[in-house]
């Protein structure tokens, strides 16, 4: 089993003075976390140490062949929608593709509202989706009760969103982030499982609230 090296694992060495960082043979680097290796000047070797690995058992990862995933984009998320399909397609996942199909300028909230729906209904385990920026198919999105959409920029706001959060929808903005980025992002929270406990206590307050004012 591999173990996915984030750009905040290599933050916490680089915090403790590190100059070299011993990472075991099945180590896979997030591009975000080789570009912080590179400018650290971190030297890497080999070693049997292991990196406390983020891949757990209810992460959407663990089970790949089974698991459905919901995409959907408007006009500006297009191209970043083809190219995390076919990264998905490799690791296994089922997609449904929602469109949009093409370029041609479309309203977010349609295709916000096809994967919102997909996932309510149990007939995908998880969504994404792209626009320009991520926040107003995540406003959609969260419109719907039992959704929770999360707008994510950086590694350490996609592990967030799946261990605090339970996130079961990721957004991205496909003008705000580059490719790399967005595999990183999205590496991480495929990787990531909900840590329950607490968070789970905060996520009966929100549901409690969507009885209430979810007519």
């Given amino acids: 089993m591999k173990t996915l090296v984030t750009e905040q694992d290599i933050l916490k060495y680089i915090k403790e003075g590190k100059r070299s960082i011993a990472l075991p043979k099945t180590a896979m680097l997030t591009p975000l976390a080789e570009d912080r ?13 292991e990196l406390k690995s983020n ?7 663990a089970n790949s062949s089974n698991t459905i995933v919901a995409i959907g984009c408007d006009h500006t998320g297009f191209k970043a929608k083809e190219s995390t399909i076919k990264y998905l397609k490799n690791l296994r996942f089922k997609i449904l593709d929602l469109g949009t199909y093409n370029e041609n300028s479309c309203d977010y909230t349609d295709y916000a509202s096809l994967v919102s729906q997909k996932i309510i209904k149990n007939e995908a385990h998880f969504g994404i989706l792209f626009d320009a920026t991520g926040i107003p198919s995540a406003i959609t999105a969260n419109k719907y009760k039992g959704i929770r959409a999360a707008t994510c920029y950086n590694e350490f706001s996609s592990r967030s969103a799946r261990e605090h959060n339970n996130s079961n929808l990721l957004v991205l903005g496909a003008r705000t982030l580059g490719e790399e980025s967005i595999i990183s992002i999205l590496n991480v929270f495929i990787h990531s499982g909900f840590l329950g406990e607490r968070h789970q206590k905060r996520l009966n307050k929100i549901e409690q609230i969507e009885d209430k004012n979810f007519k």
């Fill in 55 to 61: 891949y757990v058992k209810d992460a959407f990862i």
């Fill in 37 to 49: 290796i590179k400018s650290a000047g971190l030297i890497i070797t080999n070693d049997q140490d």
